[in-house]
């Protein structure tokens, strides 16, 4: 269960979840709650047996004969997370209901909110959170308790981004043509929904910045904007601000493409400004392609971006830190090169795909069969937020 099937990091996780679990032998049903549901049929390439939408309102006699066939519930984000401890206990099945947590919620640090999902965030009897960050988050505030916390951080199939990283240099010029970019230009991608979240103000507001204090003698910069708002009005606001501040070619928005790893390989440096990500599939995404990444130290990037290392992490919500890293990357590729092969060399060493479906199939095996939690899923609660 999970509240939409439209583009975005849960979603793809989640996709990948279901393609692992059905290679396994697994037999997968997906519902979602809302949205427009662009993603079903990729779910149902992925080996998902059945794909539905359960609407908020009405849908209880549909969804109550799927969880009673169900070995595992296992919901994802929070509006779906409430909706299923709801309908799990509705069918008799609250024993075999897992909670996934993919983002540090803000809305858990209002008080009546957290006494809320202290309550029916405790009725899953597991819930896996995708960083240590989002775990300790959920258990201060989202008050779940300690025993029942597991993390499993994101995995990813590597095969197409790895391909994209190793693309000729033809195929790179016809992608940067199709944008207006040129050879010697340093594109900056961003792939990301025109969320508060992602910051996308702070972004627009650094590439001014950037273009007007780079030195003359330095590369032109440029920014390809992916992505979409199915919800709201963020893509427009995005762009009137990109107009207010006369950006013109400087920046492309894309919209929702289905060619991100093409997109990556051709493009220089992935930056993202985000107030607060649960981890950033995207960021695992763009190591994979071997591409340096810029970001902000919110949340649990710092888990998989290491800053120094495999790119650079600046405050959020600061426009001249994050143009000064856009000025300094772009002038420094062997700093960048470097960056971006210690960034494939982690993400091919801890955020690998199997092991992401196995470590989630054995905590579903902690309820079905009763075994013991594997230590490598015990997150770190005990440091500060």
């Not at 609250?94 to 803000?106: A, F, P, T």
């Not at 993400?347 to 075994?371: N, P, S």
């Amino acid at each position: 269960m999970i509240t939409t099937l439209d583009v975005g990091g849960a979603e793809k996780h989640l996709e990948s979840q279901v393609r692992g679990q059905s290679e396994r032998g697994h037999e997968v049903r997906v519902a979602y709650l809302k949205g427009q549901g662009t993603l079903a049929d990729d779910f149902r390439r992925s080996g998902a047996q059945e794909v539905m939408q359960i609407p908020l309102g009405g849908g209880v006699s549909r969804i109550i004969p799927h969880l009673k066939w169900a070995d595992i519930i296992h919901s994802h984000l929070l509006k779906a997370d409430m909706f299923t401890a709801l309908m799990a206990t509705l069918a008799g099945r609250r024993s075999r209901l897992i909670s996934g947590k993919h983002n540090d919620e803000q809305v858990l640090t209002r008080p009546l909110v957290s006494f809320v999902h202290g309550i029916l965030g405790n009725w899953p009897k597991r819930t896996i959170a995708l960083s240590d960050h989002v775990s300790r988050f959920v258990h201060k505030y989202g008050k779940v308790k300690r025993s029942a916390m597991r993390r499993v951080h994101y995995g990813i199939d590597r095969t197409r981004f790895e391909e994209a990283g190793r693309m000729s240099a033809q195929e790179v010029m016809e992608v940067r043509e199709e944008f207006g970019f040129g050879a010697d230009d340093v594109v900056f991608i961003c792939v990301a929904r025109f969320a508060a979240q992602k910051a996308h103000d702070v972004l627009l507001k650094s590439l001014r910045m950037a273009i007007d204090t780079a030195p003359p003698e330095a590369p032109a910069i440029r920014l390809l904007l992916v992505g979409g708002d199915p919800f709201g009005d963020g893509e427009e606001r995005a762009k009137a601000l990109a107009q207010e501040l006369q950006l013109g070619g400087s920046c492309v928005f894309a919209g929702i493409r289905h060619d991100v790893p093409r997109l990556m390989g051709a493009t220089d440096i992935f930056i993202m400004s985000s107030l607060w990500e649960g981890l950033g599939l995207v960021f695992l995404e763009a190591m994979a392609t071997t591409k340096p990444v810029l970001a902000t130290t919110v949340s649990a990037i710092p888990e998989v971006v290491i800053d120094g290392e495999t790119g650079r992490l600046v405050p959020p919500a600061q426009v001249q830190p994050m143009a000064q890293a856009m000025v300094a990357m772009a002038s420094d590729k062997e700093q960048c090169a470097r960056f971006a092969e210690a960034g494939a060399r982690r993400v091919a060493q801890h955020f690998g795909l199997d092991r992401m479906v196995d470590q989630t199939l054995g905590i579903y095996r902690e309820l079905v069969d009763g075994d013991a939690p594997d230590p490598a899923v015990l997150p770190d609660l005990d440091r500060p937020l």
